[in-house]
C-alpha cells in the first residue's frame, strides 16, 4: 500500500507495507538457530525475533576421522610401493633368466656345429679308409658270398625322396 506525501515541492510514494527482513542461521553443535531481523517500513524500527533451535537430520554416514584416513593413506602408500618394488625386482630376474638362457642357447649352437663338422671329419675319414676292393675281396673269398646276377636286381624310383626303409612295401612295376 503506498501513500503519497508531499514535502515543499517533492512528492514521494512510500510503501508502508512492505518490511524487509533479514534471515541468520547459526549451526552450533548439530543444532541450528534462526534470527530474524525485521526493519519496519513505517517507524523504522528493527525487531529481532529468536527461533529456537530444531534438531537436523544425522549423516547417514559418519566422517572419517584424520587417524583412520591417514592409516588408511599410509597402508595404501606402502603397498603400491612394495608392490612397484616387486614387480621391478621380478622384471629384472626375468630379463637375467632371459639372457642367461640366450647365452645357454648361443653356447649350445656352437657345440653342435663343432659336433657336426667333427662327425663328418670322422665320416670323410671312415670312407677313405674303406677299400672297396679289400671289402669285395673278404666277402667273396672269406665269407663266401656270390655277386647278384642282373635277373635278381629290381630297380624302382620311389615318390618320396626322403629316407628309404628297410620294411616299405617294394612295387611290384
Not at 512492505?18 to 552450533?28: G, L, N, W, Y
Not at 538457530?33 to 525485521?38: D, G, M, S, V, W
Not at 592409516?71 to 639372457?99: D, E, P, R
Request: with cysteine; charged share 25%.
Amino acid at each position: 500500500m503506498a501513500r503519497l506525501i508531499i514535502e515543499g515541492n517533492t512528492v514521494r510514494a512510500i510503501d508502508f507495507g512492505a518490511e524487509q527482513k533479514q534471515t541468520v542461521v547459526i549451526h552450533k553443535h548439530g543444532r541450528a538457530q534462526r534470527i530474524e531481523l525485521t526493519r519496519d517500513a513505517r517507524s523504522g524500527q528493527m525487531r529481532m525475533q529468536v527461533h529456537e533451535a530444531h534438531k537436523e537430520a544425522a549423516p547417514v554416514l559418519k566422517p572419517i576421522s584424520r587417524r583412520v584416513f591417514a592409516w588408511f593413506f599410509k597402508t595404501a602408500l606402502i603397498g603400491s610401493l612394495t608392490l612397484i618394488m616387486a614387480s621391478g625386482y621380478y622384471c629384472v630376474h626375468m630379463n637375467t633368466q632371459i639372457a642367461s638362457r640366450a647365452d645357454a642357447i648361443a653356447s649350445k649352437q656352437k657345440q653342435l656345429e663343432q659336433m657336426k663338422l667333427e662327425n663328418d671329419a670322422l665320416e670323410q675319414s671312415i670312407d677313405h679308409t674303406i677299400d672297396q676292393k679289400e671289402l669285395y675281396r673278404i666277402a667273396t673269398q672269406e665269407l663266401g658270398m656270390v655277386p647278384a646276377d642282373q635277373s635278381q636286381v629290381i630297380q624302382y624310383q620311389k615318390k618320396d625322396p626322403g629316407y628309404v626303409r628297410q620294411y616299405d612295401a617294394i612295387p611290384e612295376k
